[in-house]
Structure formats: structure tokens, C-alpha cells
């Protein structure tokens, strides 16, 4: 786990319990693993929890067997407006909901509808009004920020409009990996920001310059990199926020043995500069051998 100025990124491991009655395919003990990040606003950390799933599900050799689905619930204002929306659609369907959902419907809960397993429910959610035609432009920004990166790292998924996760205190990005195999419950990795999600301990954290035109290629480059470090069994970290005069000082506070830095001169060179954070010696070298050298 790692607690850094601002922002603290933690994983926990162990069994859970569930307090409710639990729905078909569920039980009430089960074993969970998870990923948090607590501090951080950036798109970039969601699209990053995004691909640490698709990563560790590649290396359980099982990604070909799951589906990618994601979708955007806004902001707090924007849920707020679509909320209205679909009770509006949903009102005149009440008496042919599923029980569950006439509840949902009553007590205001109606993005869960769109979550309902029934047939009738399913049916009548097929051409309910889609939340990412309630986006402000900023949520649609971002949200579009978040499908460039998985494009550009090769992520397949799909966008599903009815994917809701409809517990209160999500907003904006959200995912699932579904697999084909018919189950009352087929999700496989699931999560979305709440404050968001991220990744664990680290050997190396990658620091990036920004605030300018290249922020965009140099997220995506620090995202592939670090992707590439984990792969090889040395974990990894990326900072997207801050200056760099306190991104490498709260580097150190991790442990890490080194930070990798890319800005606009590494990133049009092709290289990455590599500050060793315990001898305070900085070499620069190329992708093809970031590995080997934090190694």
C-alpha cells in the first residue's frame, strides 16, 4: 500500500460478507481482491485501473474469455438529471417491473433497474433514455480521455449505455469484465471510481512532466511503460498530478528504487531518463531497455 501527499493507493485481500439476502449465484462468504486510489481526480487513474484488470486477467490467461463493457455515470449533477429522466420513462412501465424494481422505482433507486437480471425489466430498460445522452461536455470530455488511452494501449471494450452499477456513490467512469458463460451472475472484475482505483507497492515510479500540449501522449507512454515493468514482475506506480520538485521527493517516500521520468524531450527522443532515488545517479535509456535497467 502507498500513502503519498494527496494521494494514498491501497489493495486489500481477504473474505467479505455479505449483510443483504444474496441475489442468485451469490454467496453470502466469498474471497475478494481489490484496488484503491484515494485522492486522485484524474481520468488517467481510472483509465489506468482499467488496464491493471485487463493486465492481470491477460495473465491469468483468461481475458479471451471476458468481455470489456464501460460506460460513464457523470457527475453528481449530471446522475442527478439522467435519475429524473428514466423515472420519468420508467413510470408509466410501473406495474410491469419486476418486483425488485417496483421497489427500486418507489425508493428512487432506479439506475439499479438498469442493473435487473429479469426479462420483463431487461425488456423495458431496451430502449430507456442512455446516460451519455445526459453528460455535461466536460463528463463527456473526460470520458472520451479515458476510451483514447484504452485505444491507444490496445484495450478492447465496448461501450454499454445501460451499464449502470447503480450503488450511490459511483460517478463517472465504470467497467465490467463479463464472461459468456451463462450465469445468473457473469461478471467477472467489476469496479468504477468512487474516489477512484488504482494499483499497490511498487519498485519504480514513473513521473511525468506535463502541462502542455503533450500531456495527453505522455500519460499513454507512462501508462505503456509501466505496463511493461509489471509484466516483467517489478511493480510500478505513475503520478499524472503535481509538479515534478514534489513528484520525486514523494517518490522516495514509497521506497522505490527508481523513478522514471518522461516529458517532452523523452518522449520526442524515444527514450526515458531513470533517476536512481538511493545513489542519486540518472542515466537515459531506451524503451527497449527500461526493463533491464530498473531491473
Known sequence: NLHLEGVSKLFYSGPMFRYERPQRG?????????????????????????????????????????????????????????????????????????????????????????????????????????????????????????????????????????LARGLDYYTHTIFEFVTSHSSAQNAVLAGGRESSAAIGPHAAVLVVRQKNEFNTMLESAALEAARALRRSGISASVQYEGEIKKQLPNAVKTGARAAVVIGEDELLAGRFAIKNLVTAEQVSVSGSDLVGTIR
Open 26 to 162: 451469490r454467496l453470502r462468504q466469498f474471497l475478494q481482491f481489490g484496488i484503491e486510489a484515494i485522492g486522485s481526480e484524474s481520468c488517467t487513474t481510472d483509465a489506468e485501473a482499467i488496464l491493471l484488470a485487463h493486465d492481470a486477467l491477460e495473465g491469468l490467461g483468461v481475458r479471451g474469455q471476458v468481455k470489456l463493457y464501460i460506460n460513464s455515470l457523470g457527475s453528481s449533477d449530471d446522475r442527478e438529471r439522467y435519475n429524473e429522466k428514466l423515472a420519468a420513462y420508467l413510470e408509466p412501465y410501473r406495474h410491469d417491473l419486476s418486483a425488485d424494481s417496483r421497489e427500486r422505482l418507489e425508493r428512487g433507486s432506479v439506475l439499479r433497474i438498469l442493473d435487473s437480471k429479469a426479462a420483463a425489466d431487461q425488456s423495458i430498460c431496451q430502449d430507456a433514455p442512455k446516460i451519455t445522452d445526459a453528460l455535461s461536455s466536460t463528463s463527456a470530455q473526460r470520458f472520451a480521455r479515458v476510451c483514447e488511452i484504452l485505444d491507444t494501449a490496445g484495450c478492447e471494450y465496448h461501450i454499454d449505455s445501460r
